[in-house]
């Protein structure tokens, strides 16, 4: 089993790593509104005075959601090596579904407020 934990904490990792590299455009500014990259509503790419510090904003959330991702595949790691197969399946789903949710949650929020 030690072998599947290596592979979930791996993949969850990847994503972490995915989402924190995407993360620092938007954080720095460097993404222009357009409709493929970014936090993108009608709202956000209706003005650039809305859409640059709405992703400044995202890119920070993001980060913080794949640090809080890396902290999780390590605890994988350290710590449940040796569980059932099942349940691994639904810790593995929950480390790596969960935070991405929240994310959008945060999101949700913030658009609600500008």
Known sequence: MHGAVIILAA???FMAALMIGLSIPLLQGK???NGLYGFRTP???SDPSIWYPANRF????????G???ILLAALLL???TGLDPGTLT???LAFEAV???VLGLVLFLYHRNL
Do not use: E
């Open 11 to 13: 993949s969850i990792f």
């Open 31 to 33: 993404v222009p509104p």
């Open 43 to 45: 709202k956000t790419l």
């Open 58 to 65: 995202a890119g920070k959330a993001m980060i913080v959601v």
């Open 67 to 69: 640090a809080v991702m």
């Open 78 to 80: 350290a710590r449940y």
């Open 90 to 92: 639904v810790l593995g």
């Open 99 to 101: 935070p991405p949710l």
